[in-house]
Nanobody
Framework: QVQLVESGGGLVQPGGSLRLSCAAS????????MGWYRQAPGKQRELVAA???????NYADSVAGRFTISRDNAKSTVYLQMNTLKPEDTAVYYC????????????????WGQGTQVTVSS
């Protein structure tokens, strides 16, 4: 029903910026909350940021003030602008879609992207 494809990952120095994009195919994109999860080696998957269909946002404490999630329903795309990147931000980042209570309050919605690697290192 919905397919998600992430892009924009790469290698960046500490303090740098990167913008991730997630393009969704499907006719019900605007009805879903969207989120960005990340998983680093040896760590559990964690929610980084989420946005509802109406534009309300939530952020993990570790990224609040540095990351911004946004969505463009006309383009069926969600973005994650990452500023002042730190080495601990290094992880595979996954786009996620589903009801807000699953994206934020559960283990994630039913739809996942393939992941994009973000590496922050000097």
């Amino acid at each position: 029903q919905v397919q998600l494809v992430e892009s924009g990952g790469g290698l960046v120095q500490p303090g740098g910026s990167l913008r991730l994009s997630c393009a969704a195919s499907g006719s019900i994109f605007r009805l879903y909350a969207m989120g960005w999860y990340r998983q680093a080696p040896g760590k559990q998957r964690e929610l980084v940021a989420a946005i509802t269909g109406g534009g309300s946002t939530n952020y993990a404490d570790s990224v609040a003030g540095r990351f911004t999630i946004s969505r463009d329903n006309a383009k069926s795309t969600v973005y994650l602008q990452m500023n002042t990147l730190k080495p601990e931000d290094t992880a595979v980042y996954y786009c996620n879609a589903g009801p807000i209570r699953t994206v934020v309050g559960g283990l994630g919605g039913d739809y996942w992207g393939q992941g994009t690697q973000v590496t922050v290192s000097s």
